[in-house]
């Protein structure tokens, strides 16, 4: 865990201790029930100060975000939980959702078979429509977590479901673009990272909400399921 972790509210400030307050009573030989040679209102034994916990980290930057959300997850989730991320979300949303088409392979044949202007509009039309299911879906996670407990953010747990989503699932992609998404390889590429991507989800509701496991992976379990039968199934 990269440094101490940030609390969601702002602690109320102690008050200053009044210079009248009467000091602690000790004898150091003078009799009059008061130490000297120290300052005024100081007290006889004061312990060692706490030093003040470290400043928070600031957000990554796309180009960190994306690799390490995949390479180094847990201190990405912990670094990332207040912080919202609409821009990366969703143009890579969008683009999964323009190149997911050609995962399919009777979509592929009938954008392949038709003009170049009405391609270019069911393209659009697909990556917005994963741009807003994606969107439902991260919240519906966000709020399953609100209720069982969770203390997270919306727009930082929406964003990092988004980009679970459409990020887990490129490998299977890219393979199912060159060989076709009913071969094997691309079968078993499909189980392989759904499963990451519910162990992605778990671990972020996880961090995000500060949640037991379990939890954290039923929240995400009606996101992570309508990957399976949206996406995946398309080709499984």
């Known amino acids: 865990m990269p440094g101490q972790r940030r609390k969601r509210e702002q602690e109320p400030q102690q008050p200053y201790p009044s210079p009248y307050q009467a000091e602690p ?16 209102g100081t007290p006889a034994a004061a312990g060692p100060a706490e030093p003040p916990p470290p400043p928070p980290q600031p957000p990554l930057p796309w180009k960190e975000l994306l690799p390490s959300l995949i390479l180094k ?4 989730f912990w670094r990332m939980r207040d912080y919202p ?4 979300a969703l143009i890579v949303t969008f ?5 997911a088409v050609f995962g399919l392979d009777k979509a592929r044949e009938d954008i392949l078979n038709t003009t170049v202007s009405n391609a270019v509009i069911y393209l659009l039309i697909t990556g917005v429509a994963m741009v807003l ?13 609100r209720q069982f407990g969770g203390n997270g953010l919306w727009a ?15 490998p299977r992609l890219l393979v199912a673009i060159f060989v076709g998404g009913a071969t094997p390889v691309v079968q078993i590429l499909g189980w392989a990272t759904w499963l990451f991507a519910g162990a992605l989800f ?13 939890r954290a992976l039923a929240a995400s379990a009606i996101q992570l399921l309508s990957l399976l ?5 398309g080709t499984l």
Not at 25 to 40: A, L
Not at 95 to 99: E, K, Q, S, W
């Open 156 to 170: 930082p747990t929406t964003g990092l479901a988004m980009l679970i989503m459409a990020l887990t699932d490129v």
């Open 73 to 76: 997850p847990d201190p990405t």
């Open 95 to 99: 683009l999964y959702g323009t190149v």
């Open 133 to 145: 299911g994606s969107l439902l879906l991260s919240t519906v996670t966000h709020n399953l977590a």
């Open 202 to 214: 778990t671990m972020m509701v996880a961090r995000s909400h500060e949640l037991p496991w379990p």
């Open 85 to 88: 991320m609409w821009g990366p």
């Open 25 to 40: 009573y000790y004898d150091d030989g003078h009799g009059d029930g008061y130490g000297h040679g120290h300052g005024y």
């Open 229 to 233: 039968m949206l996406v995946k199934l």
